[in-house]
């Protein structure tokens, strides 16, 4: 009895000492993009990639220490959903790998291709940790945390330059977790517009993209869903107050759009629109496999002097390089992939009937997340920046990883009293 209770316990710590371990590699991934100390770790190679350095003890500890205490869990197996992502990094990796050793190209798509590891290395972590639902709280109180840093560096810094950009995919989609939490309404209307306010001090075109994004994605699986329970004369209230701040809305969009050069950013489209065509060409060129990416991940860029890193400069859109480098092979395994995990997840826990359980706030989030890195990463080179990077494909996982246990839970059968 006794050596069973010091095998416990031993398995509870070993557990914890890992979660906070991994835990530690993702607060150091989020606070390099952060920078609140201007340490520009980011601009380090060493330190850059830290955070995945960091993340791989903990998660080969997690896995030996499930199987030494024979708490198998879900298998490695289930998730097989991430294949189609797995199948293109492996060809990035192959393709960035052949460059640097056969081609001598320092500026390789290597980045892009390890860092997609992160998924299925964080699925299997949240599987088989002690306490998923602990270490996904903590994994969002760092990203609240993270966020009220950018807040208060956007507003000291509004109007003095271009600060946190590229990382709106993390701060806005948070709205839907509280949204999911806060349950009294006046509350969340506050929250709202605080996360409209965050939007606005962004200054980035891809900020207030995501924020509709966001406010879609809430009417969606939220509004609609928690509506269509209400009575029919409330139904008709709520309609009529739709349509009214739709009208008003979209008299907002057309005055900001017909006066876009005095409200909106430029978004340097004279720069995006050249390395859009020739990424393009590439694609035409060779449509099927693409370059291999066994090309340079940055190019000189001739149209003009930006002043920036010597006019040596990435695509700006990592869909494009995809479609670029990776041709419709690489095209499909990205989009296949992506459909296999929205289907996944969908099913097991983002259903509007599941919100009510106690990982949907968690769920909702990562799924919005995810959507708003798309947005994020079909204008901005995301996959070649190694923290953004692990912390998107990450969220990902982690969304892989609540929809697998969702859906073992309800599997499992249910107790009949006698």
Same mark, same amino acid.
């Given at each position: 009895?006794?050596?069973?209770?010091?095998?416990?316990?031993?398995?509870?710590?070993?557990?914890?000492?890992?979660?906070?371990?991994?835990?530690?590699?993702?607060?150091?991934?989020?606070?390099?993009?952060?920078?609140?100390?201007n340490w520009q770790l980011e601009r380090i190679t060493i330190t850059?990639?830290?955070?995945?350095?960091?993340?791989?003890?903990?998660?080969?500890?997690?896995?030996?220490?499930?199987?030494?205490?024979?708490?198998? #869990?879900?298998?490695?197996?289930?998730?097989?959903?991430?294949?189609?992502?797995?199948?293109?990094?492996?060809?990035?990796?192959? #393709? #960035?790998?052949?460059?640097?050793?056969?081609?001598? &190209?320092?500026?390789? +798509?290597?980045?892009?291709?390890?860092?997609?590891?992160?998924?299925?290395?964080?699925?299997?972590?949240?599987?088989?940790?002690?306490?998923?639902?602990?270490?996904?709280?903590?994994?969002?109180? +760092?990203?609240?945390?993270?966020?009220?840093?950018?807040?208060?560096?956007?507003?000291?810094?509004?109007?003095?330059?271009? &600060?946190?950009?590229?990382?709106?995919?993390?701060?806005?989609?948070?709205?839907?977790?509280?949204?999911?939490?806060?349950?009294?309404?006046?509350?969340?209307?506050?929250?709202?517009?605080?996360?409209?306010?965050?939007?606005?001090?962004?200054?980035?075109?891809?900020?207030?993209?995501?924020?509709?994004?966001?406010? =879609?994605?809430?009417?969606?699986?939220?509004?609609?869903?928690?509506?269509?329970?209400?009575?029919?004369?409330?139904? &008709?209230?709520?309609?009529?107050?739709?349509?009214?701040?739709?009208? &008003?809305?979209?008299?907002?969009?057309?005055?900001?759009?017909?006066?876009?050069?005095?409200?909106?950013?430029?978004?340097?489209?004279?720069?995006?629109?050249?390395?859009?065509?020739?990424?393009?060409?590439?694609?035409?060129?060779?449509?099927?496999?693409?370059?291999?990416?066994?090309?340079?991940?940055?190019?000189?860029?001739?149209?003009?002097?930006? #002043?920036?890193?010597?006019? =040596?400069?990435?695509?700006?859109?990592?869909?494009?390089?995809?479609?670029?480098?990776?041709?419709?092979?690489?095209?499909?395994?990205?989009?296949?992939?992506?459909?296999?995990?929205?289907?996944?997840?969908?099913?097991?826990?983002?259903?509007?009937?599941?919100?009510?359980?106690?990982?949907?706030?968690?769920?909702?989030?990562?799924?919005?997340?995810?959507?708003?890195?798309?947005?994020?990463?079909?204008?901005?080179?995301?996959f070649l920046q190694p923290a953004k990077s692990m912390i998107l494909?990450?969220?990902?996982? +982690?969304l892989v990883g609540i929809a697998l246990l969702a859906k073992s839970?309800?599997?499992?059968?249910?107790?009949?009293?006698?």
């Amino acid at each position: 009895m006794h050596d069973s209770m010091l095998l416990n316990k031993t398995r509870t710590a070993s557990l914890v000492m890992t979660d906070y371990g991994y835990l530690f590699a993702l607060a150091l991934a989020l606070y390099l993009p952060v920078d609140p100390l201007n340490w520009q770790l980011e601009r380090i190679t060493i330190t850059k990639h830290l955070p995945l350095l960091l993340a791989l003890p903990p998660l080969l500890f997690t896995m030996a220490g499930a199987r030494l205490f024979n708490r198998i #869990g879900i298998r490695p197996s289930s998730l097989s959903g991430l294949g189609p992502l797995l199948t293109l990094s492996l060809l990035i990796v192959a #393709g #960035g790998s052949y460059a640097r050793v056969q081609l001598d &190209v320092e500026n390789t +798509f290597l980045i892009a291709g390890v860092y997609m590891w992160a998924a299925p290395l964080s699925a299997a972590m949240l599987l088989r940790c002690g306490n998923p639902e602990r270490l996904m709280r903590i994994y969002t109180v +760092f990203l609240m945390i993270s966020s009220g840093v950018v807040f208060l560096g956007l507003a000291v810094n509004y109007g003095t330059g271009e &600060v946190y950009h590229e990382l709106e995919f993390l701060v806005l989609p948070l709205l839907v977790f509280v949204t999911l939490q806060v349950k009294r309404p006046w509350p969340r209307w506050g929250w709202l517009l605080f996360f409209l306010l965050i939007a606005y001090l962004f200054k980035k075109n891809t900020a207030y993209l995501t924020t509709l994004l966001v406010l =879609v994605y809430l009417l969606i699986f939220f509004a609609w869903p928690s509506w269509a329970m209400q009575d029919a004369l409330q139904k &008709v209230g709520k309609i009529y107050a739709i349509l009214a701040l739709t009208i &008003v809305l979209a008299l907002l969009a057309a005055f900001i759009i017909a006066n876009r050069e005095s409200y909106l950013p430029t978004g340097n489209t004279e720069f995006r629109l050249r390395t859009y065509e020739i990424a393009w060409n590439k694609f035409l060129a060779s449509p099927v496999w693409g370059t291999g990416f066994t090309g340079a991940a940055t190019e000189r860029f001739t149209g003009f002097d930006t #002043g920036v890193a010597r006019n =040596v400069l990435p695509t700006h859109s990592d869909i494009l390089d995809i479609m670029a480098n990776g041709g419709l092979i690489g095209l499909t395994l990205w989009l296949w992939g992506l459909l296999r995990i929205a289907r996944l997840a969908y099913d097991a826990i983002l259903n509007p009937r599941q919100l009510e359980h106690p990982h949907a706030p968690y769920a909702h989030m990562l799924a919005c997340m995810s959507l708003a890195a798309i947005l994020t990463y079909a204008f901005n080179p995301i996959f070649l920046q190694p923290a953004k990077s692990m912390i998107l494909w990450t969220n990902l996982g +982690f969304l892989v990883g609540i929809a697998l246990l969702a859906k073992s839970e309800a599997k499992k059968p249910t107790e009949v009293s006698p």
